[in-house]
């Protein structure tokens, strides 16, 4: 476990996932890993301090595999209420991959999931724009691109970001996630044009290092100049 702020920490099994300090005895959780992550996060729960139901909130980036394998056992464990944008909500629910593999990939992992991942419940779904009473306000903002359903939330306050799989830095990079696994490349660049114009201090990615931008600021620009070339 990683840990970024006094009240944000990361945890890296396949995706990240992501811990917030939400309230005195409150926790919030972005994504879950891959499968057999849960007995991970709920040990890092616990180094915290904190019982595995003080995590009240799980908010879900988008329903691949390694962001929602560990969805159905955390909900269980921790009794959180999931949030999920809509198509998330769909794929979550039947566990289903979206789009985005290429063609010779998509079945193959498909029935990986079907395998993998239990059908979880989403019991609120999400809206653009729509602010979540969270942690002094979490903003749910729709960024497609790497998949259809793929939404990012701001942290208003700290001024935070999770951008999920719309960008990542595996390269020790900020970059775009690869054409070859985005299901459209051109939308992905809108919404990456979009969400850096937001006032930044750490970008949380889907895969690879957070970013600090108050360190690495020119990361930030150099990605924005490629972004509007």
């Keep these: 476990m990683i840990q970024i702020t006094p009240e944000l920490y990361q945890i890296t099994r396949g995706g990240n996932a992501f811990i917030l300090k939400s309230g005195t005895d409150e926790l919030t959780l972005v994504d879950t890993g891959i499968p057999g992550t849960t007995g991970k996060i709920i040990q890092a729960v616990e180094s915290l301090g904190h019982k595995p139901d003080a995590i009240k909130h799980i908010l879900v980036t988008h329903a691949d595999f390694d962001h929602?394998?560990?969805l159905a056992g955390l909900s269980q464990a921790t009794g959180a209420t999931v949030y999920a944008g809509e198509q998330s909500k769909s794929h979550i629910e039947n566990a289903s991959a979206p789009p985005h593999l290429p063609a010779i990939m998509a079945p193959l992992a498909g029935l990986?999931?079907?395998?993998?991942?239990?059908?979880?419940?989403?019991?609120?779904?999400?809206?653009?724009?729509q602010v979540l009473d969270i942690a002094g306000g979490i903003e749910a903002i729709a960024i497609p691109g790497h998949t259809p359903d793929n939404y990012g939330f701001y942290w208003r306050e700290p001024q935070i970001l999770f951008a999920a799989d719309l960008l990542n830095q595996m390269g020790g990079t900020l970059s775009l996630t690869p054409a070859a696994i985005t299901w459209n490349m051109e939308?992905?660049?809108?919404?990456?044009?979009?969400?850096?114009?937001?006032?930044?201090?750490?970008?949380?990615?889907?895969?690879?290092?957070?970013?600090?931008?108050?360190?690495?600021?020119?990361?930030?620009?150099?990605?924005?100049?490629?972004?509007?070339?």
């Design 68 to 70: 929602v394998g560990s």
């Design 187 to 229: 939308i992905a660049r809108k919404s990456a044009r979009h969400v850096l114009d937001l006032d930044l201090r750490y970008i949380c990615v889907g895969h690879g290092d957070y970013l600090d931008v108050t360190r690495q600021p020119n990361a930030v620009e150099k990605l924005r100049a490629e972004l509007h070339a």
């Design 112 to 129: 990986f999931q079907k395998l993998t991942q239990k059908p979880t419940r989403v019991d609120q779904q999400l809206h653009d724009r």
